[in-house]
């Protein structure tokens, strides 16, 4: 069984920084994406950065020039650095890993930032 454990999460003032890892333990046979998404209160989640196993990635339009997306493949991990927060980020953000046996979630971590 897979296993995601995220870390990171916090309170923040408007402006501030924070970072994200989640890193994956147990029987993996091959990771072909992982990737992280938020929910906020009484809305849907959304993709929020992905990264693929040769490290090509993607962000929403709303967090592009602000948060970056890494990996480290020999640790299984991933990690969201996000810079300039703004209230609007405030969310459960989850680690998600997309393998070749199977699609994974972490339980989130919570991301509040105050005005």
């Known amino acids: 069984q897979v296993q995601l454990v995220e870390s990171g999460g916090g309170l923040v003032q408007y402006g501030g920084s924070l970072r994200l890892s989640c890193a994956a333990s147990?029987?993996?046979?091959?990771?072909?994406?992982m990737g992280w998404y938020r929910q906020a209160p009484g809305k849907e989640r959304e993709l929020v950065a992905g990264?693929?196993?040769?490290?090509?990635?993607n962000y929403a339009e709303s967090v592009k020039g602000r948060f970056t997306i890494s990996r480290d493949n020999a640790k299984n991990t991933v990690y969201l650095q996000m810079n300039s927060l703004k209230p609007e980020d405030t969310a459960v953000y989850y680690c998600?890993?997309?393998?070749?046996?199977?699609?994974?979630w972490g339980q989130g971590t919570q991301v509040t930032v105050s005005s």
């Open positions: 998600r890993l997309m393998g070749v046996a199977g699609d994974y």
């Open positions: 147990g029987t993996i046979f091959g990771v072909n994406a």
């Open positions: 990264i693929s196993s040769g490290t090509r990635a």
